[in-house]
């Protein structure tokens, strides 16, 4: 059975059909239908049911994707075994921050591709939380409060942020000077997010409220400027706006805690190697580049 075969078929039952997996394969969509309706055909049973939303596996499909997906694990983790220097191939599928990833995270990303030249990085950045295994990503970067999911989350790195507003807002309409102040005054957000500041040893939870909602970090600092409202971000998005005077730290008696920068994949007991690495090698540059994702930068 062509080891190819079970990868896509793998990829199909987990993206949950074939225009997703298509897209996590790098491969066109008749070339994916044509390795099923082959691996269907060889094993004499139909191991999907084709609907207009995508692809519903059948129970015979149910029981192969587990035996599919742990032959291609070890295949792929003997290909690797045999390549000069462990090196790593195939495709490797990164979503990042649109706001701070192209500057912050691209020069690890160049290390990765440099120690592991037959391995394809493809990035895709946005600022929104993407779905991993729906759009077809191996895993994302993503870097503040992780909201709760079934996602498999590893700290690489630590980032700072501020409450920041503007000094015409707060003309206009003050600035809060306690945690409990801040639902009274109008939140510039990326969804429905909690904020968190340190009361002493103390982390205090508040739920903000507000109209104005933006998937990008970089608008929300925009909107920040123009007076909209008041906005937690970090301090590398809001950097030149504070040393411009645009934007103004406002309620530092109680600082936001340190929030993460992690790597985030689906869930399973073993990730893939090549997962593993990047994870490995985000950590490793952070270390030596500690000041990365701190204020100043």
Known sequence: MNIEDLQTFVAVADAGGVSAA?????????????????????????????TTRGAALTEAGSTFRDHAARASAEIDTAREAILPTGGLRGRLRVAVPLSSGPTRFVPALAEMAHRH???????????????????????????????DS?????????????????????????????????????????????????????????????????????ALAAAAAAELGIAWLPDCIVHDYVA?????????????PPAGTYVVRPPGLHPARKIRVLTETLIEYFERHPDTLRRDR
């Open 22 to 50: 298509a897209r996590r394969l790098g491969l066109s969509k008749s070339i994916v239908s044509r390795r099923l309706v082959r691996i269907e055909a060889e094993l004499g049973t139909q191991l999907l049911a084709r």
């Open 244 to 256: 411009s005077g645009a934007l103004v730290p406002i309620m530092t008696d109680y600082p936001p």
């Open 150 to 218: 079934n996602l498999v989350a590893k700290r690489i790195g630590a980032v700072y942020g501020s409450l920041v507003a503007s000094p015409g807002y707060i003309k206009a309409h003050g600035s809060p000077r306690t945690p409990d102040e801040v639902v009274t005054h109008e939140a510039l957000m990326q969804g429905t997010e909690t904020w968190q500041f340190l009361d002493g040893d103390r982390v205090v939870t508040v739920q903000p409220q507000g109209k104005f909602k933006a998937d990008s970090g970089a």
């Open 117 to 147: 030249p037959l391995l394809q990085i493809s990035t895709s950045y946005s600022d929104r939380f993407v779905d991993l295994i729906a759009e077809g990503f191996d895993c994302a970067i993503r870097v503040g409060t992780l909201p």
